[in-house]
DNA sequence: GGTGCGTTTACTGTGATCCA
DNA sequence: TGGATCACAGTAAACGCACC
């Protein structure tokens, strides 16, 4: 299928991101829920481009060769999953909600898809998001939705429990890690956008995929949210897939809800507390060598 | 001091490879 | 065969510097 026919059949990845979060940002919505079947069409119409190994319009340099500018478009995804929610959110609390902040941790410091207040030290509100998962393409099979998360997972404890210990540094006293980490500020989320592979041998189970979160809420984060998806029966689409009962992971909404809720709270005149900024720093991390890559 | 532009940095999802 | 690990390459924001 060429570029003409798909942008009759599905559109464009980048006309539907731009449709997508002005309506977020020009009628004020709150609820992922109400931009859900806009969220899903246009993974779905990115899905259908890489499918066909085509790269959509006005996405990637144009100097680049058809594949890489795909490859790029592709990888866009994940921004605009961390874009959209830090905009439900701001409108959810009337606060400005940062996208892709710079904030400082005990050790180094993180970059973090949304943070609430939107400053570099000792921010309130921490949330990390992900969207893993791929459709087959060419001679490439499927991307699981859990490929590669026995990394990511490390990132996210690693970055949580590094953000609580900013305050306090070395002088930290831990005692009962459940009571600490609950009470330990910043609040930390992880917010997992999810296509889940179908198929008789291959099928990403939602099950596995809640487990996951729900062993991460309970040692590390105060709070996880996962939005799963996958191809519908008419294969047309693609279709939310419910959470099992027993998981005390939540959907996206009850996360946003949830922080809304505790914004509100910290900052009930509308005006975010002081940070809170430690005299003494164990570690001077702006002389350490940066990361390497994640 | 302000502006514009090139460079650097951190992060992303994916592909390749290794190994049990 | 599938999980774990690492490297890759593009993006956007941050940063630094020259120029006005």
Redesign the pocket.
């Known amino acids: 299928m060429d570029l003409q026919s798909l942008e009759a059949h599905v559109g464009s990845p980048k006309q539907r991101w731009d449709t997508l979060i002005d309506r977020i940002q020009s009628e004020g919505v709150v609820r992922f829920r109400d931009v859900e079947n806009e969220w899903l069409a246009l993974l779905w119409c990115l899905d259908a481009y890489r499918v066909a190994g085509v790269a959509p319009r006005s ?3 144009a100097s ?1 060769s058809e594949p ?2 795909l ?2 478009a ?6 605009w999953f961390a874009i959209a929610v830090a905009a439900l959110l701001q409108n959810r609390t009337s606060q400005p909600i940062g996208a ?1 902040n ?1 904030v400082i941790g005990f050790s180094q ?3 973090i ?1 949304v943070a609430w207040p939107r400053r570099e030290n000792d921010p309130l509100v921490c949330i ?1 998001t ?5 459709p087959a393409y060419s001679d ?1 099979p499927a ?2 939705a859990m ?2 998360f ?3 997972r490390k ?1 996210l404890k690693f970055a949580a429990t590094d953000l609580k210990l900013y305050r306090r540094q070395d002088g930290t006293t831990i005692d009962h890690w459940g009571a600490w980490r609950s009470t330990a500020p910043p609040k930390t989320y992880f917010l997992w956008g999810a296509r889940l592979r179908t198929g008789p ?2 099928e990403d189970s939602v099950v596995a995929l809640a487990r996951e979160t729900q062993a991460l809420v309970d040692s590390y984060l105060d709070g996880a949210g996962v939005l799963a998806w996958r191809t519908n029966e008419t294969r047309d689409g693609y279709e939310t897939v419910a959470l099992p009962g027993w998981a005390r992971v939540s959907v996206l909404d009850d996360v946003l809800h949830r922080v809304a809720s505790e914004i509100r709270q910290m900052a009930p005149s509308g005006v975010a507390p002081e940070a809170v900024v430690p005299a003494n720093t164990l570690v001077p991390a702006e002389l350490l060598l ?5």
């Not at 592709?74 to 921004?79: I, S």
């Not at 992900?130 to 791929?134: H, L």
Request: charged share 45%; aromatic share 2%.
């Open positions: 996405l990637g340099k680049l890489r500018r490859a790029a592709y990888r866009m995804k994940g921004n892709k710079r410091t993180h970059q898809d990390e992900k969207v893993t998962g791929a490439t991307r699981g490929s590669d026995s990394n990511r990132e041998r291959t940066p990361d390497e890559d994640a």
